[in-house]
């Protein structure tokens, strides 16, 4: 196997045991044997646990983006109708995965921000970027009249990625769909409801 390959391996099993266990909890042993690398091969692919902390980061973010994307950027969809779309398949997948992961980064963020400025950082980053593309489907919702002028697109989805995050810590914790199903539908029948 390449050496890229076993990197990309040892990232995505670090991604699954850290999504179950957090960061702090989740030994690079575990992740090595795990990924079948031989114990000491760590620092071959990473300086330090923070670097691969940051490649899990990095990996999750760039694949949750072509998730969103699937989404938001699907325009023979309504875009309200998107933002709901993807609720709902999350609120699915995370059914069937019984409410054991949560969200990796809303997780990272609640474990990490106080104890690492790098993480806290990057996470920071991840989430705006999640609220512009809430933004960007409640701008154009406007622009089509599906949308109260009256409210701002940012700021409304700042509101939205914090209640969703929210609901899905709730769930977690409840390992109940209730949480979630609750906040979507409150959100659409209030702020969301088309004008």
Known sequence: MKKSDKKS???????????????????????????????????????????????????????????????????????????????????????????????????????LADQNERFRERLATIFSSWKKRFGSCLQEAQERGEFPVTLEPDVVADFILAGWEGAILRSKVNKSPEPIRNFVDTLFVTILRTV
């Open 9 to 111: 391996e040892i990232i995505a099993v670090g991604t699954d045991l850290i999504s179950v266990n957090g960061f702090n909890a989740t030994g690079i042993e575990a992740v090595l044997r795990q990924a079948g690398v031989p114990k000491g091969s760590f620092y071959h692919y990473f300086r330090n646990k923070e670097e691969f902390g940051m490649a899990v980061i990095d990996n999750f973010a760039a694949q949750y983006d072509e998730k969103l994307d699937s989404f938001f950027n699907d325009h023979t969809v309504p875009p309200l109708e998107r933002i709901r779309n993807y609720f709902e398949h999350s609120l699915a997948h995370m059914s069937e995965k019984q409410f054991t992961k949560g969200c990796l980064i809303g997780n990272l963020g609640q474990e």
